[in-house]
């Protein structure tokens, strides 16, 4: 019981910087809603029943130009395909004991974010912790998006600029500590980098979509690593795979 | 043809959930495999580092403060700062380089 709390409650500290970040992008989310000719409500309502920003963004330009409805739902699957790995990552994460309805709740909260902060957690991942992540961050981005759409100009341009950074920061601090201890996670992280600037700039490459960037250069990174690197003993997940 | 918003909207909820529920309401085991183990352990890592650059040099207002911001949270990060230390620390550099420079 008291455990339960005190996750829910480092849940919540963990989830501000996500809030700020959430309101930062949601709120640019809402003034292209509002260009697309989405009312407050409806824009709202978007973000509430989706929590993703690339494919938020995608299906108001299809929205606007009176796309089909498979070709929607088709774009929905390619820009969001990337959740389906976090996902697999997570169900590794959590307790096989973590009951039914706890995990369909975990998972409709699956983005960036929330799932980075998740894997950040030592050990097994309580649902309660993801729940405080949630009951902070969630809200961020419902609420941002109906800020933009009512109006934009709220929050000042240099704000919104400063604080876009606080979610690529959320991510620097997950994946940066483990690296003092874990060579093989330093020298993949540098490459996955690398690879990603590679992939956004050179010809032909850049074609590809950001949503399949990741998949592929996920794949194939950490593919490679599982084969050179294979993680030995079963509790070795967080300090002990230092070879 | 007229479509409407709300039909837009429940199509993209229900394909955007169906992707996000079935891997962890189907995979309860632990995989025993060591080599999908693995892959499942670097996952995070990989995406998330191929997330955050070369993307966060477009997020500000110029690519010079994310560069500084990007810099100053690996070295926060490194040294043991909490999540909510580097995340602000990174907004803070960025505001204060783009207001007086």
Known sequence: MNQKRTCYINGLRDGFPIFLGYLAVSFALGIAAKNSGLTAFQATLMSITNYTSAGEFAALGLITSGA???EMATT???????????????????DPEVPFYQRLLVA???????FGVSIGFNGKLNPFYSFGVISMAAPGWAFGTFLGVVSGSVLPFRIVSALSVALYGMFIAIIVPPTRKNKVLAGLIVIS????????????????SSGFRI???TIVIAGT??????????????????S | MNHNVYLYILVMAAV???IRVLPLTLIRKQIKNTTIRSFLYYVPYVTLAVMTF?????ATANIWSALVGFVFAIVLAYRGASLFKVAVGACLVVLILETFI
Do not use: H
Not at chain 1, 81 to 92: E, G, P, T, V
């Open chain 2, 16 to 18: 955007t959930y169906f």
């Open chain 1, 215 to 217: 998949i592929i250069l």
């Open chain 2, 54 to 58: 070369p993307a966060i040099l477009s």
């Open chain 1, 193 to 208: 980098m690398m690879a990603s600037l590679l992939f956004t700039y050179l010809p032909f490459v850049r074609e590809i």
């Open chain 1, 108 to 114: 409709y909260f699956v983005t960036d974010e929330i």
């Open chain 1, 225 to 242: 690593a599982a084969v050179l690197f294979p993680i030995k003993d079963e509790k070795g997940q967080e300090e002990k795979n230092e």
């Open chain 1, 76 to 94: 929905q699957l390619i820009i969001n395909l990337r959740y389906c790995l976090m996902s697999c990552a997570l169900s590794q994460k959590l």
């Open chain 1, 68 to 70: 089909a409805y498979l």
